[in-house]
């Protein structure tokens, strides 16, 4: 049991709506960051948001937003969604520094 | 920006052999991170590398960290098909932020 909750597992999206996927982090673990994972790659670095603050952001554009909340969960935003939106979203918390992150089993887009 | 090339893409491996998975950073590595994926869920830690030179073992998988090559290796011992699945080598840019590069992963199949 990996001890972070995504939710949904899977959603089917028509281009142009609007997204949110959660995150239900472990007890404590006051660092999450969210992965894009496309097909046949490697986990994308969306953000990272440390005590509800963002603390760092990969190349991603604006449409791509997020929240952390005080009970350490935590939200992806997508707006305007593109077909390339399409895949395999992943939260990760940890306690900090060195720690190593506890994935969650992902949530799969894909928008049509 | 720093990059992560693993080999091979894909291996098959008669089950009870021996195999490695080699991951090369672009850039110093602070922090190596290995995860193991099934197709579509998600990552699952292995282990984690600091310092240069240093190796780990968990159970038949032990990983290397080559700090001067910017390498690092990941050795199965007498695999199993429970080894199968996606490996993923991530990388931190500067040590503790935890934003990870990963690479495209190692698909590993076991046959009887």
Redesign the interface.
């Known amino acids: 049991e990996?001890g972070?909750t995504?939710s949904p597992t899977h959603l089917i999206k028509t281009r142009g709506q609007q997204v949110t996927l959660r995150c239900s982090s472990q007890s404590g673990h006051n660092?999450v960051?969210w992965?894009q994972q496309a097909l046949?790659?490697?986990?994308?670095?969306i953000f990272?948001y440390y005590r509800e603050e963002e603390n760092?952001r990969?190349n991603f554009p604006p449409r791509f937003s997020g929240l952390q909340f005080p009970n350490y969960s935590s939200e992806l935003n997508v707006n305007a969604l593109e077909l390339d939106d399409s895949a395999?979203y992943?939260c990760?918390s940890?306690w900090?520094?060195?720690y190593?992150?506890?994935?969650?089993?992902?949530t799969?887009l894909t928008v049509v | 920006s720093q990059e992560?090339e693993q080999s091979p893409q894909s291996l098959i491996v008669q089950e009870g052999k021996n195999l490695t998975i080699n991951c090369t950073s672009s850039k110093t590595l602070y922090?190596l991170?290995w995860?193991k994926q099934k197709y579509?869920?998600?990552?699952?830690?292995l282990m984690?590398l600091?310092k240069g030179g240093e190796e780990k073992s968990h159970e038949k998988i032990t990983a290397k960290l080559d700090e001067k090559k910017q390498q690092s290796s990941l050795h199965i011992t007498a695999s199993q098909p429970s080894h199968a699945g996606i490996y993923?080598c991530?990388a931190d840019s500067n040590?503790?932020?935890?934003?990870?590069?990963?690479?495209?992963?190692t698909r590993l199949t076991i046959i009887p």
């Open positions: 990996t972070v995504q660092t960051s992965y046949g790659q490697g986990p994308q670095f990272q760092g990969g395999l992943l990760a940890s900090g520094t060195a190593g992150y506890t994935f969650g089993s992902g799969r | 992560l922090g991170y995860y579509g869920e998600g990552l699952i830690f984690m600091q993923l991530g040590f503790g932020n935890e934003k990870l590069t990963f690479g495209t992963g």
